[in-house]
């Protein structure tokens, strides 16, 4: 039986894990980027990112680009994992119905 | 983390959720910068192509035009590629553009060496070429779109070539230029 993660299960943090899942190893997404892809105002987005960061989920890279400063955002292996274990839960669920 | 068990219905709508994040991800990934490259390049082939059937092929204005138009064009293309740039951070936008340089280089390189006997056959061999690139990075990225754009447009400019040889540039402005702006501006509405 596969993990369910209430952590993740959250409807904001849910779209935001599939999000970056979508995203290959090796690429970041900015944080308006994310922020327009969901349709949340800067500080929910910044909410919900700041609890998948300490659960390791996420890795958060502030960064200038020219003058401007820019927010990066990854999955972490750990947070590609616990993603993959929570659609197999959600899967189970539905299987075992 | 604690076993939080949620009815079928809730995991069928948090798996529909995901779904559908995903896909909307993966669009914007894949076709977020083609619109404004499809109506760059559209512009340039309807301006460049209309510019050599009015002056005439042989007009030496007709060189400059070209050069200013794909000047703008290259430069524009790289406006787009650097906004896109800063959403995503990733090796992939880098190996696009490397991708596309070593399109341009051989696609120069074979032309030179082939001798085009004419001015529309010179046009001929580089949209052939623009479209192979259309083609086959639509295929190496996963995208079904462009890919068939690309022989779409392919099939336009072979029927013109054999079909109509005297309005050959005319027939690629409009067929040609034109497809590439509908392509890109049925993406803007369709797809955002």
Known sequence: MSPFNELIHQPVRLQIMAALNALDDESQLDFGALRDLLGVT?????????????????????????????????????????FADHVQALKEILKNA | MKHAPVSP??????LDLIENTTQ??????????????????GLVWTLGYGATYFLGADSPKVGLVWLILTTL????????????????????????GLYWLA?????ALIIHF??????????????LFAMMGYVSSGL?????????????????????????????????????????????LYILRAWR
């Open chain 1, 42 to 82: 800067d500080g929910n987005l910044a909410t919900h990112l700041r609890k998948l960061e300490d659960a390791g989920y996420i890795q958060v890279t502030k960064t200038f680009v020219g003058r401007r400063p820019r927010t990066y955002i990854a999955l972490t292996p750990l947070g590609r994992q616990a």
């Open chain 2, 9 to 14: 219905a809730e995991a069928q709508e948090a």
């Open chain 2, 24 to 41: 909307h991800m993966r669009r914007a990934l894949a076709h977020g910068g083609m619109p404004y490259f499809l109506i760059i390049w």
């Open chain 2, 73 to 96: 064009g290259t430069l524009g293309s790289f406006g787009v590629g650097a906004h896109l740039g800063r959403r995503v951070r990733s090796p992939r936008g880098l190996r696009i």
């Open chain 2, 103 to 107: 399109w341009m280089l051989y696609a």
């Open chain 2, 114 to 127: 082939a001798h085009p006997q004419s001015g529309d056959q010179l046009a001929l061999l580089i949209s």
């Open chain 2, 140 to 184: 190496l990225y996963r995208s079904g779109f462009l890919a068939i754009l690309g022989l779409a447009v392919t099939a336009l400019i072979v029927a013109g070539y054999l079909l109509v040889p005297s309005f050959f540039n005319l027939w690629m402005a409009v067929f040609g230029g034109g497809s590439l702006i509908a392509a890109g």
